[in-house]
């Protein structure tokens, strides 16, 4: 099972852009699809999905709010996913989190976030106004 160490977060204006990562190591990442999800201060409660990708890449889905804006990706030689967050706004403001796992259908992420089969601790991004 691999380990996941997201990167990359940190303080930026509205309208600004960050790219944040996904790691992997100890085990073969190109078996997992991957999710990234966001929880914002504050709010034990929900955990939401932002965006997903298949495990060879050709798939992805967006939630809706960050459709256009964002964009997942990822490098299966450097055992990596990454989410580049262009235009973005204070409500984006959250802890990101990147969940993997291997059997899971891709269309079922969304609704699994918490239950997928590894997760990272995540980073925060900030945006402010």
């Known amino acids: 099972q691999v380990q996941l160490v997201e990167r990359g977060g940190g303080l930026v204006q509205a309208g600004d852009s960050l790219r944040v990562s996904c790691e992997a190591s100890g085990g073969t990442f190109s078996r997992y699809a991957v999710g990234w999800f966001r929880q914002a201060p504050g709010n034990d409660q929900e955990f939401e999905f932002v965006?997903?990708?298949?495990?060879?890449?050709?798939?992805?889905y967006y939630e809706d709010s960050v459709k256009g804006r964002f964009t997942v990706s990822r490098d299966n030689t450097k055992n990596a996913v990454y989410l580049q967050m262009n235009s973005l706004k204070p409500e984006d403001t959250a802890v990101y989190y990147c969940?993997?796992?291997?059997?899971?259908?891709?269309?079922?992420?969304?609704?699994?976030?918490?239950?997928?089969?590894?997760r990272g601790q995540g980073t925060l991004v900030t945006v402010s106004s």
């Open positions: 965006a997903t990708i298949s495990r060879s890449g050709g798939e992805r």
């Open positions: 969940a993997a796992d291997r059997s899971i259908p891709l269309s079922e992420f969304p609704g699994l976030g918490r239950h997928l089969e590894v």
